[in-house]
């Protein structure tokens, strides 16, 4: 769960945050 907030927030972070929030999904 932890792992998968950081993405989140880094993702935010980055200019292409719905990669990161699906990478996040599938951990």
Known sequence: ???KEA??????KL???T???DVGSTL
Not at 7 to 12: F, I, T, V
């Open 1 to 3: 769960e932890v792992a």
């Open 7 to 12: 993405l989140r927030l880094a993702g935010n």
């Open 19 to 21: 990669k990161v929030v």
């Open 15 to 17: 200019p292409f945050p």
